[in-house]
């Protein structure tokens, strides 16, 4: 993860004028640049724990690394969804679309989710193989 986000990292400065134009924004490279301590932070932390052979700090702080990557590579190519062809306001559907899928979303996502956090304490913790 680590390796990918340093590659995309450079190749959206190097490759794509629409990300170096994008970095060289007042304000931007700031974000950026903090985006990429948290996620630095977040790796060694990642190490750290599994050293110390913590259950918990590898899973938490590889959250946080993909999403400080993840906010990374938003932040770089924002208002572009796809960079120099498809903006956000142009690849929104009309209104009455909008709501329906809000509607839908807003139904599905909270059993969605409450699901998958049943799923997670009902399976917490490791695994202990049984001798029979």
């Known amino acids: 993860t680590v390796a990918a986000a340093i590659v995309i990292s450079i190749g959206t400065l190097i490759v794509s004028p629409i990300g170096a134009e994008r970095w060289a924004q007042a304000g931007v490279f700031h974000v950026l640049v903090a985006l990429a301590i948290v996620a630095a ?8 724990s599994v050293y110390m052979g913590s259950e918990h700090g590898p899973f938490n702080a590889s959250m946080v690394l993909f999403v400080a990557s993840f906010a990374g590579l938003a932040v770089s190519l924002f208002p572009d969804i796809v960079p120099g062809q ?24 909270p059993i969605m989710i409450g699901y998958n956090l049943y799923q997670y304490h009902l399976f917490r913790g490791k695994v202990i193989p049984v001798h029979h």
């Open 41 to 48: 932070l977040a790796f060694c932390y990642v190490l750290y």
């Open 86 to 109: 498809l903006s956000i306001a142009s690849a929104a559907s009309n209104s009455t679309t909008l709501i329906f899928m809000l509607i839908g979303i807003g139904t599905v996502m």
